[in-house]
């Protein structure tokens, strides 16, 4: 289906182009029920008179909103600055705020879609974030759940997985671990790991243990020892490291007695000793995924969402030290 037009709200209300651009834009000069009547047809038919669109003629620039739990963590920095510099050649700008740390986390999607002309990042499964405007939304994920409402840039954590379990079986692994980060529920890749690994497992159950990402982790540490667990599966690079320093403390050598791994494949994970092996995703692709999708959704020639409005980056295997 083609973008709907200002042309297609005014005929569906049966009023003037004008009169569309005074509702839209809330100007005076026509009905209140006048107005409420277009708004209606406008939310029914996903119009959404885009600051891109008007950029168009006036060569404005677009903006793009880009939703990150928390900068802090190296993943989303990085990401973020792949996504601005993936928006600099088409002179778009990037708005990025951390979900984390707002008090109304739930909100900060749809407060930030009204201030943007796409929306891009994590968390935005539930709702309608575009308020049904037509808006352009790239949902980024690595739960392997099928979008509803959304384009999506899918990491394929399922892929990860699988070939993380070749390589384990390959060097010997018998009773691996995933370390969760503490929350409500198990996380995606938690799931996804502690799924892929159980063939590996003497008892052919993966446990999966949730830890803080800082603190003290030395009585985690004795319970997976105390289990005979020969590998450990961290949630992320910066747990890895903290993991790795644990192990260390309880002189435990790395790998020989005790396999490490972690996910992102960032640079810290070079920097220690034993080099931490992981699971990177080339987070400039992830970018330039998002931002194709969000130039092809503004220009027309790529559907809000379904099929064609998905893509897949993988992750790759960096065999280190540490596994």
């Not at 409420?36 to 677009?62: D, I, M, N």
């Not at 994920?141 to 384990?168: N, T």
């Not at 007695?257 to 995703?281: C, F, H, I, K, N």
Request: charged share 25%; glycine share 8%; with cysteine.
């Amino acid at each position: 289906m083609d973008r709907p037009t200002i042309i297609d709200v005014a005929r569906r209300a049966g009023v003037s182009r004008q009169t569309v651009s005074r509702a839209m834009n809330d100007q005076p000069g026509i009905s209140a029920a006048t107005r409420e009547k277009v708004l209606a047809v406008a939310q029914e038919l996903r119009y959404r008179p885009s600051r891109f669109g008007r950029g168009l003629v006036e060569k404005g620039p677009v903006t793009v909103g880009l939703v990150l739990s928390d900068l802090s963590n190296a993943y989303f920095a990085d990401l973020g600055a792949a996504v601005v510099r993936a928006c600099a050649p088409r002179g778009w700008s990037v708005v990025m705020v951390e979900a984390d740390q707002s008090p109304h986390p739930e909100r900060v999607a749809s407060e930030l879609a009204r201030r943007v002309d796409a929306l891009v990042g994590y968390g935005l499964v539930d709702g309608d974030i575009s308020g049904g405007t037509g808006m352009p939304v790239v949902q980024l994920d690595d739960s392997g759940r099928a979008p509803e409402r959304y384009a999506l840039v899918r990491l394929d954590i399922a892929g990860a997985a699988e070939g993380l379990a070749a390589h384990l079986r390959a060097v010997g692994v018998r009773r691996p671990a995933v370390v969760d980060l503490d929350g409500p529920d198990m996380s995606p890749r938690a799931q996804a790991f502690s799924a892929a690994l159980a063939s590996l497992h003497s008892e052919g159950e993966v446990p999966v243990h949730a830890a803080p990402l800082r603190g003290d982790h030395d009585s985690l540490i004795s319970t997976l020892l105390a289990d005979g667990t020969d590998a450990i599966i961290a949630f992320n690079d910066d747990l890895g490291v903290h993991l790795l320093r644990s192990l260390r403390l309880r002189d435990v050598p790395v790998p020989h007695s005790m396999r490490l791994v972690g996910m992102d494949g960032l640079e810290v994970g070079s920097l220690v000793s034993p080099e931490l092996t992981t699971l990177a995703v080339d987070r400039e692709e992830v970018a330039r995924q998002c931002v194709d999708l969000v130039a092809g959704m503004l220009e027309g020639t790529i559907p809000l969402t379904g099929p064609a409005a998905i893509r897949t980056v993988p992750y790759t295997l960096q065999v280190r030290e540490s596994a």
